[in-house]
Nanobody, 124 residues
Framework: VQLQESGPGRTKPSQTLSLTCTVS??????????WSWLRQPPGKGLEWMGA???????YYSPSLKSRTSISRDTSKNQFTLHLNSVTPEDTAVYYC?????????????????WGQGTQVTVSS
């Protein structure tokens, strides 16, 4: 399974950030798979943001739930992160990732497949 993130490298405060993950070598509707977005701010550890599972059900980090949504396009085998009202604190490298199995989906070390990551800078 290969994952590739795409989206703007820079966005302004208060805007909505949208990033898309394109999946190849596997289907986002495959049973028992979880597809997630994670990020790593400068000098900090990996943070799980949210996930969408094979059925289309979504899960979000409590700290980001009010600003985050994840959608998918099964015809394109893609899933998309939308992060509203961004601030400079949302500057980070953003990753999409996948794991087999529904447990521990909020633990970054449990993920089996990763995209290369994309840098996003929030600045006016």
């Amino acid at each position: 399974v290969q994952l590739q993130e795409s989206g703007p490298g820079r966005t302004k405060p208060s805007q909505t950030l949208s990033l898309t993950c394109t999946v190849s070598g596997g289907s986002i509707t495959t049973n028992y798979y979880i597809w997630s977005w994670l990020r790593q701010p400068p000098g900090k550890g990996l943070e799980w943001m949210g996930a969408i599972r094979d059925s289309g059900s979504t899960y979000y980090s409590p700290s980001l739930k009010s600003r985050t949504s994840i959608s998918r396009d099964t015809s394109k085998n893609q899933f998309t992160l939308h992060l509203n009202s961004v601030t400079p604190e949302d500057t980070a490298v953003y990753y999409c990732a996948a794991k087999n199995g529904y447990s521990n989906y909020d633990d970054p070390i449990r993920y089996d497949y990763w995209g290369q990551g994309t840098q996003v800078t929030v600045s006016s």
